[in-house]
């Protein structure tokens, strides 16, 4: 029996690419890179969003401390994106496969122009077996680095806007943690893994606690606001723990790993 072929967004946190230095995970990067290389050689089509520009660039411009002004954290940004994009490319390219970057702003999702001309540019990319590697605009744009609401949350919700857009059948989150649990397990000991999420409510954004680990920014509760997203849309979301990439090859067989969230199909 073969595999149905399917487009996949897979999303990586800051903690899942840096060290606790704050350096580039070389090892995780290459790992993932080889994963998703071999996953696209399956006949399926992969969008990847990247995060991790900010701490990369901070440690490239050897900040003493991690950038707290705007203007700082843009150009930490901007050094840190050429990095990621150059390492990827160089990863990547070692198991022969090409890849694009695509920076978007809110803004760039709001337009219907813009958001047909990304949408064509993603379908020309992936047609064309291309890896198109996503990340928010940060150099520009401070939705996800600075805004109160963090609409993007370190690229949850830009993970399921670029999930919608492509028309994907599966999201996947990968973070630092094995899934969504029933309360913060790096608080509570006792907390339990939730396999499978049928319907997002009120009670489901209380089980998450704040912003989540010193280098990630998003927390449990952007993954959730991108999984309701994409539930929407009728897209499953599945988060992972990313510190083993290979574990993308467990969820592309459709087995279980993490906690899925059931996208709603009329
Ligand atoms: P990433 O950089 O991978 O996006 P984050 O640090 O932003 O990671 O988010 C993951 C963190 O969210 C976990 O390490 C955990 O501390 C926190 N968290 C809060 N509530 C929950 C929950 N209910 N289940 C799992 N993790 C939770």
């Known amino acids: 029996m073969s595999l149905k072929k399917e487009r996949i967004v897979i999303k990586v ?24 290389a071999d996953i696209q050689n399956m006949g399926h089509e992969v969008i990847l969003v990247s995060s991790g520009a900010i701490a990369v660039g901070a440690n490239k411009m050897r900040l003493k401390e991690k950038p707290k002004s705007m ?13 990621n994009m150059f390492l990827y490319d160089k990863f990547f390219g070692y198991y022969d496969k090409t890849v694009a970057q695509i920076l978007l702003n809110a803004e760039d999702i709001m337009q219907e122009e813009k958001k047909e001309n990304l949408t064509n540019t993603f379908d020309a990319l992936l047609e064309h077996g291309i890896i198109p590697i996503v990340n928010e605009n940060d150099s520009v744009s401070y939705t996800e680095i600075e805004s109160e609401e963090k609409l993007f ?16 059948d599966k999201l996947i989150i990968l973070s630092d943690i094995d899934g969504f649990y029933n309360k913060d397990p790096r608080l509570y000991k006792d907390a ?14 209380e089980l998450a606690g704040g912003a989540g680990s010193r280098r ?9 606001q991108a ?5 929407s849309q009728g897209i499953d979301t599945i988060v992972a723990n ?8 467990e969820i592309v067989k459709g087995r279980q790993v993490g906690t899925r969230f059931v996208g709603h199909r009329d």
């Open 153 to 168: 949350g370190d690229n949850d919700m830009l993970s399921a806007v670029a999930a919608v857009l492509c028309n994907a």
């Open 71 to 83: 203007r700082m954290k843009q150009a930490a940004a901007a050094v840190g994106q050429c990095t």
């Open 216 to 224: 990630g920014t998003g927390g449990m509760r952007t993954k959730l």
């Open 192 to 205: 339990e893994l939730i396999v499978c999420i049928e319907e997002i409510d009120e009670s489901t954004y």
């Open 227 to 231: 999984a309701d997203l994409a539930a």
């Open 13 to 36: 946190g800051t903690s899942t690419l840096t060290n606790e230095l704050g350096n580039s995970n070389l090892h995780r990067m290459e790992e993932l890179a080889m994963t998703i």
């Open 242 to 249: 990313g510190g083993n990439p290979k574990v993308l090859y």
